[in-house]
């Protein structure tokens, strides 16, 4: 099998040189226009405006079926995750997937932008639960149940009601993927205009590989899970979450 | 087909170029531009057309007997403008022709809107008109504004909207033929939109598109009738006869 | 009566003209996707995102081997086993063996033109691997055994009472005809499958070679799913999906995104970059890449780079008044479908008979190439094609021999204008003519005028009536 991949790949190659050298190959590469976004923004993180960042993105979201609150600090941040983590069980009673209210699939706490909600929840009788490996069959029936996942962002952007988020030790996908809920915490110094701003940065930094190539997979989450394959119905929450919060605060306190 | 079936949409574009002060002329031995045989995958057979068409068309521009090719079918012109450069090897002493004689080829509503400034004469119909856009004056030529202008101009008229104007009747040339249900199909759902927009005729600058959609209409019935936008501006006579006529009819002639 | 795939191709058109609620479920839905792109494209500047695609894939083609290098060096640098098949069969045997090394028996999918391409789902099972399809839309139709109808939205041609049947049939759920419930119904459906799979395939949407990263879009997360829960993850890719760099990569998304379904983007955009690094939670802890030709080398050795541009959006399907008319099954077993369908498929050499067929399946309107977010000239390829089939005489004869005596005689003015004299006084035999019966069997034919042009114009200018004004 590998000897057969070998010589398929040689073969391949060479055939692929040939062709883009003979004078049948039409194919010829136009002028790449200048850089520009896709999708242009009205306020940039230029402007120092971070709350109208905050805003749009926040605006961008619910235009998505997702939801958004903008908090103070911390401390709010602290405050709304155990208001929501309690109201939401008696919401979700109604579906079909059984409300697990006392414990949360999260992050860990050091991945998370801020402290001491751990202890916040505990002190509620919520537990955080940060899985160490999915593949046991064991854990991941336990992460299966729970309704609620907790998670950071590695960046927010405003044009698209997008958010970032890269896997590693303590980042589990699954957090922001079994549950029926996905709740992240954005910190407003994460919200960047648009893509474009965001990759102009990393590459400027070199930190663009760096970024895709320590983690295993990052991803790009735009809203809830949704599907229109039925009649071209929109439903929400086919495989991943049907509701996406972001709760937003200003993390230059 | 403007020459054995459509004589009337040849003199009225005539005449249209006449009134709004070109001089015509109409070179001998003239027939057609190939596009039927590209159409079905035959270039060589095209090309040969092509060479032709250029051998006839090249050397009264060459000697400035004529400024300017005038067509009244948006897919001939665009056959010529970007088929021919395509047909033509680089080293054939062809192609330079055939790209002389493209950079000089316009479509009827095209040159008598933007060159010319069409007058409109008396040019009457006391009806609705709605315009279809066919395929290849619209997308391969970029032409849509100046058919319109130039209707807008006919007196007593009423211009509608089609519906979704810009699909395609369902002729497509060798498509009409090898693939005929579907290409009827198109053209009755053209046909829907024509009755829904209310007109009495329909506008064309094709006369390949306006034989199918007359062709239906003869089989099926319906009333709206597609006409040259040339024979309307024209206000002449020879849009009136019905073209199609039954299958049972004496002389069912073939195109 | 649903198309059927297998049946010839004059027959599955007939089919599917037949069949009012297909047609009624392809016009409400291709309209639908249509109207959404048209806002999402005329939301940004279209037509400079649609230059940046262009130049972004244009640059990916013309560097492909290097690329592909690059790629795989990389990919192979983040841990991943890096596989190369010139075909179907190698793809395939690739698979198996990854299978067989790890026992699998459970397979799950998420939605990927490319395995269609190869036949896939058939090899695995005949094997005795199960495997599901996990896009909503490939769950219904592998539940109906049929193949999907379009490559954006596989199930397009289905009605929801007939997918609710489906399901009753195969899930014992109770009818409705709420979409949400069936969407209920397929969630808890596929959650227990993908708890349970050993092995997660997807195909790949860009391949970035500058840091060796695979990229999957999905709306349903079904793709995030496959690509992080398995023990075992492979990507299929068409060697045509490499791109240069990142920003090419986020560049492509935003645009396939806007121009099939009318997002700005995706809900999910999955970059992986190799197995579950070290204290991972989750993710495969093997990731395996097929780098798959199966004829795609042989398109840019042909004349039809062009083709290779495409990033699979489907707006030139959504815009194709043919595929409205007739849907994606009467295009044969192959995936692809719609103007991009009828290129690709007889250069993949999918299905030989396709090859005939499909380039004749369009009446050039040009609307595909107007939508093309890589600005490809869908009616020039499809031309091409057309002249390919007659160099290589694979036309009728007699269709060879009319061209042709039509070439001659409208070359010879003297013979044409004797012909065209002749034509209308024996027209009711040219009627008997296998193009003209076939025209008149829908359409009444155009009748000859009593007097060409030509002739009358002669007469006018030589009696001075050539003209209005004089």
Redesign the interface.
Known sequence: MISDSLEARDVILARLRRALAGPRSVFREPPAPAAKPAIPSAVTRADGDRRSLAKIFGEKLEAIDGSYEIVEDAADVRRRVLELLKEWPSQDRQTEEGPEARAVLSWAPRALPIEDLRPTLADAGIALVVPEDLHDDHTRAGAARLTVGLTGVDAAFASTGSMVLASSRGRSRAASLLPLRHLAIVPMSRIYENFEAWLAELRQEERLHSLLRVSGQIVFITGPSKSADIELNLTLGVHGPRFVHALIYDDAW | MVDTLYPGVGLAAASLLRRSGADVVFPDGQTCCGQPALNAGYRNDARRVARHFVDIFHPPLDDGTIDAIVAPSGSCVAMVKHQYPRLFEDDDPYRRRAIEIGDVTYELTQYLADYLGFAPGDARYAGKITYHPCCHLLRELGIDAQPRQLLAKIQDAELVELPDAEECCGFGGVFAIKNAEISTAMGRRKAKNLAASGADVVALCDVSCMTHLNGIRARDGYSCRAVHVAELLAGSPESEPADQEPADEEYPDAG | MPVDVAAPYAVR??QA?ADDALRA?LD??TE??RDRRAQAVA???FH??R??T???R??A??H??DL??QL?G?LI??GCQV????DAA?AV??VL?IAGVHSVSDVVKSKSMVTEEIGLNDALQRSGIDVVE????EF?VQLAGEPPSHII???IHK??ED?SALFGEKLGTPPTTD??E???A???E??SE??VADMGISGCNFA?A????ICVVT????G??V???P?VYVAIVG?EKVVRR??DA??LW??ASRSA?G?????????????????????P?EMHVI?L?NGR??I????Y??AALCIRCGACINVC??YR??GGHTYGRTPYSGPIGAVITPLLEYDPRAAREL?????????C??VCPAKIDLP?LL?D???????RRA?PIG??AA??A??S???R?AL?RVL?SA??RF??F??A?P??R????????????P????D??RE?RDDGT????E
């Open positions: 058109v007939r003209l479920a409400r839905a639908h996707l939301a940004v500047d400079r995102l230059d940046q262009r130049a972004a244009c640059y083609i013309e492909l081997p592909l290098e795989e990389n640098a983040n596989h190369w098949a010139r190698e045997g690739t063996d996990t896009d909503l839309g219904i939205t596989p199930v009605r929801i997918i979409p949400a069936l969407c209920a397929a969630r808890r596929l959650r993908f708890l970035i500058e840091t060796g990263t709306n349903e997360g079904n995030r799913m690509t992080s829960l023990p060697i990142v920003e986020v560049l935003q645009a379904t997002q700005d983007v995706s809900v999910y955009f999955s970059l992986c970059s190799g197995p579950r690094r070290r204290g991972d939670a989750d993710g802890d780098l030709d080398s042989r840019l050795e042909r004349r780079g062009d008044p043919v008319e007739i380039p004749f399946a369009s009446s050039l309107c040009g609307a190439r107007d020039r031309l094609l057309r002249s390919d089939l007659v160099e036309s269709e060879r061209v042709r039509y070439a005689f409208v070359r003015p044409y065209a034509a209308r027209a009711r040219a009627r003519l193009p003209l076939t025209w008149a069997r829908t359409r009444e034919l155009p009748r000859f005028a007097q060409r042009f030509a009358l114009w006018r050539g003209s209005d004004e």
